[in-house]
């Protein structure tokens, strides 16, 4: 992407602020074009592609478009949302790069074990006992929602070769050497790939949905069967709407593996809210077709959920003025909400009127998520050991449990033994998750059972992707994203010597070893934030390039596409919006609580209760 002179002097002048000043600290307007800034930086040399041409991308002749219904709304393979390159962000494209490919090797044996990542796991990830951290700046909620946009985004193939990680004296894992599957590289397309291997995505790359829809047209279809009216099959159950469940007790829906109770709320509060949307459809509609109900409703749902993601999860979890500004701008540009409604989109200019209504660009690289993108969304430790249960009328405190018993197939228990939709969402409303900190990931994770019967130590498995998939570490990902390295260990953990000492010993004292993850997590936060600056440098980039990349959200924006009632929709609605439509019982821990990912107001009862899960 060409940088214009204008670009490159605003470049240069924040360069020599920041030498200074970081960006977090400046009055907040300053700020925020300092992240105009460096987003304009990233745009410009942070986008690789991992394809040997465009080719890979399709063009109009390989991917003839047969259905003109393809033209207007979501295909769910991913399809045609740049009808130029129709293959683009579909399921199956390989994940791009954000640092250049020749930083991205594949590993040799002795990289990918150095030092242990079991080692790692157990005394830098682990959650001692009693030590639980809390992020008291968000609800529980909040790591429900990122780990259901998570599934919506990306998903490795994984091998069935498997690495052996040698386990040290003493260690308790009961199958030595541990075994991990392997990551599948993709074929070889061409020599770049024999040394820097391509993986591919089992999801769309689009923010559209996928966890809910599917990533294929079969699949949306078998969510769909029998259903009227453009719904979702949802099943009534004791007075309460529940997904449909398979026979192994995981619900149905477009992406359910790794499932729990806080994915449970969020897939059926917005399975309900397509219904809804149909509903509205339908009103204003009467003559429609159920396809045509649900292509648009889930349009608009898509859009919602996209624009909660950006103006209230993302500036609830980096509660900081400046990320406030610059996510609003992404929505609405620097004109604001209040204006847009009254004057309507007044430029073309994203940065002016917003990326919705903007034209889609792709800043001359293939859209698609990237490995560094995952990398910094591995936010286990967002997962609590605990979480306590309450009434939402009386609030009464009915139940702790172990984050273990409302999980896989045992997700539906607090329902079965009387709590309601309700009680659960306030109760994930009044509980913390676990801060994404250091020795702060919870042991469910790290010795993990999956219903397919492999045995995972999350924290090993979280560091050796890193390394297998050629994500550069900590110091090297900071200078390649233009960020100076630190320059020791105790730089790097603020100040904490003992933190300092324990990594001087483990990394050998080689701080160019020290893990992407492992630095971001001792890294000293800015004020406000709820992870660090050096991962949010990839949030700069990507957040708003997978809104200005997407057709729909992007040119496609407007009435002939989403209809008046569906921008107004997406427009007028926010979560706690969502919320209160379909459970109206938390209008009253919501009524003084701005963003419904933050800790909301606790009822009754709920007061007495003092343990560490919640913000008592
Ligand atoms: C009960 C909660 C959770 C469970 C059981 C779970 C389980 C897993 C498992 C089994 C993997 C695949 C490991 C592999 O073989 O590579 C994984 C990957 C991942 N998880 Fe979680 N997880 C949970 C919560 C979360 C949360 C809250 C986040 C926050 C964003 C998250 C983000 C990720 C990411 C980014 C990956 C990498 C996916 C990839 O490599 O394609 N997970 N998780």
Known sequence: MKISFGERLLIWFYKCVNAVVPWHRLPKYIGSFNLLALRIELRAENLHDTYPSWEYQGNTKSDQLLDTKDLCVRNSDGKFNDLERPRMGCAGMRFGRNVPRQHTGAPTHEQLMNPNPRI??????????????????????????????????????????????????????????????????????????VGYPGYKNQNTHWWDGSQIYGSSEAKTASLRSQCKDGKLKIDLIHGQDFLPRGEDGIPLTGFNTNWWLGLELIHTLFAMEHNSICN??????????????????????????????????????????????????????????????IFGRISKSETISGIPGSVAEHNDTPFSLTEEFTSVYRLHPLIPDDIAFFNVRSGVHKATLPIQDVAFEKTREPFDSGLTFADVFYSFGINYPGAITIQNTPNFLRDLHLPDGHHLDLGTIDILRDRERGVPRYNQFRRLFHMPPVRSFEALTGGNISLAAELREIYNSDLEMVDLLVGCLCEPLPQGFGFSDTAFRVFILMASRRLKSDRY????????????????????????????????????PLRNVQNAFAPWEKVGRSKEYAGKETNA
């Not at 998570?150 to 004296?169: A, C, G, K, M, R």
């Not at 009467?286 to 209230?312: G, Y």
């Not at 008046?564 to 979560?575: K, P, R, S, Y």
């Open 280 to 341: 509205h459809l339908r009103s204003a509609n009467p003559d429609w077709t159920s396809d045509q109900l649900f292509d648009t409703a889930r349009l608009i749902n898509c859009a919602l959920m996209a624009k909660i993601h950006t103006v209230e999860w993302t500036p609830a979890i980096l509660a900081h003025p400046t990320i406030q500004i610059a996510m609003d701008a992404n929505w609405s540009g620097i004109v604001g909400e209040k204006l847009g409604k």
């Open 120 to 193: 790692i796991s157990e005394r830098l990830l682990a959650r001692k006992p009693g030590t639980f951290k809390q992020a008291t700046i968000v609800n529980l909620l909040a790591a429900a929602w990122i780990q259901f946009q998570v599934h919506d985004w990306l998903q490795h193939f994984n091998s069935t070769e498997q690495h052996e990680i040698p386990l040290p004296q003493g260690d308790k894992w009961p199958e030595k050497p541990m075994k991990i599957d392997k990551t599948q590289p993709d074929e070889i397309l061409g020599d770049e790939d």
């Open 553 to 588: 959200i992007a040119t496609d924006w407007k009435p002939e596409v989403y209809t008046h009632e569906g921008l107004a929709w997406v427009q007028d609605n926010t979560m706690k919006d969502v919320l209160c439509r379909h459970f109206p019982e938390l209008r009253a």
